[in-house]
């Protein structure tokens, strides 16, 4: 008999208000979104269990009242979630207050785990929340259910998983020190899915949608989490998907790569306990523009 499948594991949805460039041929990205938010609707009916999102549920954590609406209305029941990155202005959780993703948490379509605590999100799952800039400590290990820790944070296992420059620190098998007395590990940020090993399970789900060319080869799905601590990914059906061809996405990046940029700067408040260079070399690091328009704005501030 298949064990029971006990919650839904999923991260990395930034959704946008503003269609990607990659997916330009969508004639509505809004529909285009609903596609894998209706499918995983559709799995969290059919096993009643909870939805636990690991970070960036949002592109941007000023996403306008319009995409807020759309994820009001298309967001499965029981949602327990943490912020990522994308999700927090500047990055940081102490303005959480300010973003799209803690909309949803007062209108009650996602419950946020508290961080660095238990939260009880079933009879069979206790969940501890590490969003973005949090790091996880050890547990004495439960008897009684599964004890997960949903963690917004890279992690890579291998050359196909990693990045050039990514940090041994950020390997799994740094992380299994961190994460003793879990069952499972539930990652958001490095968009490239993969599994790894028991005691924890670490579980990286990888991009809930494709929105770059890089992403393109990758397959979004869902993580099954089952009442013995495993879990087996749904991949979505994505053959609907609409992707410009190569020559034309080459043209359409080179003139939106800027302007993109410009979008993220702009976004910057008046808050003067920020130090500006500082927040707008963040904003290069994560942004996906060319090394010479990198460096251009590096120079301009070091000016």
């Known amino acids: 008999m298949e064990p029971r499948v006990v919650a839904l594991l999923c991260s990395d949805l930034h959704l946008s208000h503003r269609q990607p460039v990659c997916r330009s041929g969508e004639s509505s990205w809004y529909e285009a979104q609903a596609r894998p938010l209706k499918q995983l609707s559709a799995l969290q009916e059919r096993y009643d269990c909870p939805v636990v999102m690991a970070g960036d549920l949002f592109d941007r954590f000023n996403e306008p009242a319009e995409l807020i609406n759309f994820a009001i209305d298309m967001f499965p029941r029981n949602v327990w979630a943490i912020p990522g990155q994308h999700d927090l202005a500047h990055h940081g959780y102490s303005r959480i207050h300010k973003s799209a993703y803690w909309t949803l948490v007062k209108s009650g379509v996602i419950s946020n785990l508290e961080p660095d605590q238990p939260n009880q999100i079933s009879d069979e799952v206790a969940c501890y929340g590490y969003p973005w800039g949090f790091d996880p400590e050890p547990i004495v290990p439960s008897k009684h259910g599964l004890t997960i820790a949903a963690i917004h944070a890279f992690v890579w296992k291998g050359r196909s998983t990693g990045h050039p420059g990514a940090s041994d620190d950020s390997k799994v098998q740094k992380w299994r020190e961190r994460l003793q007395g879990y069952h499972v590990a539930v990652f958001g940020d490095n968009h490239i899915p993969f599994m790894s090993g028991r005691n924890p399970t670490i579980f990286n789900c990888g ?46 990046e080179s003139r939106s790569e800027l302007s993109g940029l410009v979008d993220q700067l702009s ?13 707008v070399r963040e904003i290069l690091k994560e942004s996906k523009c060319s090394s010479g328009v990198r460096s251009l704005v590096l120079r301009a501030i070091e000016e």
């Open 207 to 252: 991009c809930f949608q494709r929105r770059t060319k890089a992403e393109i080869p990758t397959q979004p799905g869902v993580g099954l989490l089952y009442e013995d601590g495993s879990v087996a990914t749904v991949p979505f059906n994505v053959s609907e998907d609409i992707f410009l061809n190569t020559n034309t996405l080459r043209s359409v």
């Open 267 to 279: 976004s910057l408040t008046d808050d003067t306990s920020l130090d500006f260079a500082s927040t």
